[in-house]
């Protein structure tokens, strides 16, 4: 397998990549706050039914906005990175082949063995490539012919290193 592609340097790009990488860094924040939150609601409905209630009512509201402020700290850090990442774009490329991915972006270019892969995930534009546990790069498949893209899914499936979302 020898997959070659070019990335355009557009400023859209790195904000998809920034945005895809981040949600599956934070997305336990939205888990974490819907939990928050719900236990806020119920501590406070349920302490309205007690005379002590006035007293932990400022705990549960407390509760339910740090679990507000949780859930959208996510869409925060996918528009932030987005608004900075714009100034990144630059051209680049993709050299997959059966033993590598090698990624070039500007001036830098780097590469991950297919030996240390432990994951990928497949998302709607992008296959995410974990090493270990942590997200490493992503293969943005719009990218590539269709030929290309399908050879690659069944080189990843029959290693078996594709995950769905």
Do not use: C, K
Request: no cysteine.
């Amino acid at each position: 397998m020898h997959i070659r592609f070019d990335v355009p340097a557009d400023p859209a790009y790195p904000g998809r990549v920034a945005a895809v990488l981040g949600s599956v860094r934070l997305r336990r924040f939205g888990y974490i706050g819907a939990a928050l939150a719900a236990v806020g609601v119920i501590g406070f409905l349920v302490s309205r039914a007690f005379t002590w209630g006035e007293r932990a009512s400022s705990l549960w509201m407390a509760m339910i906005v740090g679990g507000l402020l949780s859930m959208l700290y996510l869409p925060w850090v996918r528009l932030r990175a987005r608004r900075r990442s714009s100034r990144y774009a630059v051209e680049g490329a993709y050299d997959i082949t059966d033993d590598n991915i090698m990624m070039r972006s500007g001036s830098e270019s780097g590469g991950i063995a297919w030996d240390g892969v432990a994951q990928v995930r497949d998302t709607p534009d992008f296959w995410i490539v974990y090493v270990g546990r942590m997200p490493a790069t992503v293969i943005p498949r719009w990218l590539m012919t269709a030929e290309d893209a399908e050879t690659l899914r069944a080189y990843m499936a029959g290693r078996g290193l594709l995950r769905h979302r």
